[in-house]
Protein backbone atom coordinates (compact mmCIF):
# COMPACT_ATOMS: atom_id res chain seq x y z
CA UNK A 1 0.00 0.00 0.00
CA UNK A 2 0.90 2.98 -0.60
CA UNK A 3 1.03 6.33 1.25
CA UNK A 4 1.36 9.76 -0.38
CA UNK A 5 0.70 13.59 1.42
CA UNK A 6 1.26 16.49 -0.08
CA UNK A 7 0.51 20.27 1.43
CA UNK A 8 -0.11 23.60 -0.91
CA UNK A 9 -0.87 26.94 0.69
CA UNK A 10 -3.70 28.69 -1.46
CA UNK A 11 -4.33 32.38 -1.57
CA UNK A 12 -7.72 32.09 -1.33
CA UNK A 13 -10.37 32.15 1.61
CA UNK A 14 -11.11 28.21 2.45
CA UNK A 15 -14.42 28.02 1.25
CA UNK A 16 -13.54 28.86 -1.92
CA UNK A 17 -10.31 26.57 -1.83
CA UNK A 18 -12.73 23.57 -0.52
CA UNK A 19 -15.66 24.01 -3.57
CA UNK A 20 -12.87 24.62 -5.96
CA UNK A 21 -11.28 20.60 -4.58
CA UNK A 22 -14.65 18.71 -5.52
CA UNK A 23 -15.32 20.72 -8.36
CA UNK A 24 -16.03 18.11 -11.56
CA UNK A 25 -14.57 20.84 -14.02
CA UNK A 26 -11.69 21.59 -11.87
CA UNK A 27 -10.50 17.94 -11.62
CA UNK A 28 -10.82 17.95 -16.01
CA UNK A 29 -8.63 21.25 -15.71
CA UNK A 30 -5.99 19.52 -13.98
CA UNK A 31 -6.18 16.67 -16.35
CA UNK A 32 -6.52 17.21 -19.71
CA UNK A 33 -3.65 15.93 -20.90
CA UNK A 34 -5.20 12.70 -20.19
CA UNK A 35 -8.04 13.01 -22.03
CA UNK A 36 -9.88 12.89 -18.91
CA UNK A 37 -14.14 12.93 -19.01
CA UNK A 38 -16.70 12.70 -16.21
CA UNK A 39 -18.76 10.45 -17.64
CA UNK A 40 -22.40 9.65 -17.35
CA UNK A 41 -22.97 5.63 -15.54
CA UNK A 42 -25.38 7.09 -12.82
CA UNK A 43 -23.13 9.71 -11.65
CA UNK A 44 -22.46 13.53 -11.33
CA UNK A 45 -20.76 15.00 -14.30
CA UNK A 46 -20.44 19.05 -13.61
CA UNK A 47 -20.85 21.05 -10.88
CA UNK A 48 -19.49 20.48 -7.68
CA UNK A 49 -19.84 16.79 -6.35
CA UNK A 50 -20.97 16.20 -2.17
CA UNK A 51 -21.50 13.33 0.24
CA UNK A 52 -22.62 10.46 -0.96
CA UNK A 53 -22.38 11.15 -4.84
CA UNK A 54 -20.53 9.31 -7.34
CA UNK A 55 -18.64 10.54 -10.84
CA UNK A 56 -16.91 8.08 -12.90
CA UNK A 57 -13.96 9.63 -15.26
CA UNK A 58 -12.42 8.29 -18.21
CA UNK A 59 -8.56 9.14 -18.83
CA UNK A 60 -6.13 6.98 -20.84
CA UNK A 61 -3.05 6.73 -18.07
CA UNK A 62 0.08 5.01 -19.41
CA UNK A 63 -1.04 4.32 -21.66
CA UNK A 64 -4.26 2.24 -21.35
CA UNK A 65 -7.87 3.53 -21.16
CA UNK A 66 -9.37 3.35 -17.82
CA UNK A 67 -12.49 4.04 -16.22
CA UNK A 68 -12.37 4.98 -12.12
CA UNK A 69 -15.77 5.42 -10.05
CA UNK A 70 -15.17 7.26 -7.07
CA UNK A 71 -17.75 8.27 -4.02
CA UNK A 72 -17.29 10.96 -1.56
CA UNK A 73 -17.61 9.20 1.30
CA UNK A 74 -16.76 11.61 4.04
CA UNK A 75 -18.19 15.43 4.20
CA UNK A 76 -17.44 17.60 6.67
CA UNK A 77 -17.40 21.58 4.92
CA UNK A 78 -15.31 23.08 4.65
CA UNK A 79 -12.32 21.33 6.23
CA UNK A 80 -12.88 17.69 4.84
CA UNK A 81 -14.14 15.18 2.45
CA UNK A 82 -12.89 11.97 1.47
CA UNK A 83 -13.37 10.06 -2.04
CA UNK A 84 -12.97 6.46 -2.36
CA UNK A 85 -12.52 4.66 -5.17
CA UNK A 86 -15.82 2.06 -5.82
CA UNK A 87 -14.28 0.68 -8.61
CA UNK A 88 -11.42 1.10 -10.95
CA UNK A 89 -7.84 -0.24 -11.80
CA UNK A 90 -6.94 -0.14 -8.06
CA UNK A 91 -6.90 -3.19 -5.62
CA UNK A 92 -8.09 0.01 -3.57
CA UNK A 93 -7.91 3.84 -3.27
CA UNK A 94 -8.80 6.53 -0.72
CA UNK A 95 -8.20 10.73 -1.18
CA UNK A 96 -8.18 12.51 1.90
CA UNK A 97 -8.77 16.08 1.60
CA UNK A 98 -7.95 18.60 4.57
CA UNK A 99 -7.95 22.12 4.36
CA UNK A 100 -6.91 24.42 7.25
CA UNK A 101 -7.54 28.37 7.15
CA UNK A 102 -4.47 30.27 8.00
CA UNK A 103 -6.10 33.48 7.44
CA UNK A 104 -9.18 35.30 5.83
CA UNK A 105 -7.35 35.26 2.80
CA UNK A 106 -5.16 32.50 2.64
CA UNK A 107 -5.92 28.14 3.14
CA UNK A 108 -3.26 25.55 3.78
CA UNK A 109 -5.03 22.51 1.43
CA UNK A 110 -3.32 18.46 2.52
CA UNK A 111 -3.46 15.49 0.48
CA UNK A 112 -3.76 12.40 1.82
CA UNK A 113 -3.59 9.81 -1.05
CA UNK A 114 -3.89 5.99 -0.53
CA UNK A 115 -3.66 2.79 -2.90
CA UNK A 116 -3.14 -0.21 -3.40
CA UNK A 117 -2.11 -1.99 -6.97
CA UNK A 118 -3.86 -4.81 -8.10
CA UNK A 119 -1.67 -8.26 -9.11
CA UNK A 120 -0.18 -8.96 -5.40
CA UNK A 121 3.91 -9.09 -5.81
CA UNK A 122 3.53 -7.44 -9.17
CA UNK A 123 1.55 -5.02 -7.99
CA UNK A 124 3.87 -4.43 -5.35
CA UNK A 125 6.74 -3.62 -7.72
CA UNK A 126 4.56 -1.45 -9.58
CA UNK A 127 4.11 0.65 -7.16
CA UNK A 128 7.60 0.53 -6.23
CA UNK A 129 8.56 1.25 -9.60
CA UNK A 130 6.26 3.30 -11.40
CA UNK A 131 2.97 4.21 -9.27
CA UNK A 132 4.48 6.10 -6.47
CA UNK A 133 5.77 8.57 -8.54
CA UNK A 134 3.47 8.80 -11.74
CA UNK A 135 0.29 9.09 -8.94
CA UNK A 136 2.53 12.03 -7.15
CA UNK A 137 2.80 14.09 -10.39
CA UNK A 138 -0.75 13.69 -10.93
CA UNK A 139 -1.94 15.04 -7.15
CA UNK A 140 0.24 17.60 -7.62
CA UNK A 141 -0.90 18.89 -10.87
CA UNK A 142 -4.16 19.11 -10.15
CA UNK A 143 -2.88 20.80 -6.77
CA UNK A 144 -1.28 23.53 -9.18
CA UNK A 145 -3.77 23.86 -11.47
CA UNK A 146 -6.65 24.29 -8.32
CA UNK A 147 -3.99 26.61 -6.87
CA UNK A 148 -3.99 28.73 -9.68
CA UNK A 149 -7.77 28.83 -10.52
CA UNK A 150 -8.48 29.54 -6.81
CA UNK A 151 -5.88 32.46 -6.66
CA UNK A 152 -7.03 34.47 -10.24
Known amino acids: ?7 TIIAAPIERCFDLARSVE ?8 FGEQAVATGGVTTGLIGLGERVTWRARHLGVRQELT ?8 PVYF ?4 IRGAFRTMRH ?8 DAATEMDDVFI ?4 MGFLGRIAEF ?12 ERNAVL ?4 ES
Open 82 to 85: QDTM
Open 96 to 103: DHYFRKVS
Open 147 to 150: KEIA
Open 129 to 140: VLLRRYMLNLLQ
Open 1 to 7: MVRLETR
Open 70 to 77: SEITAFER
Open 26 to 33: VHLAGNVH
Open 115 to 118: FKAP
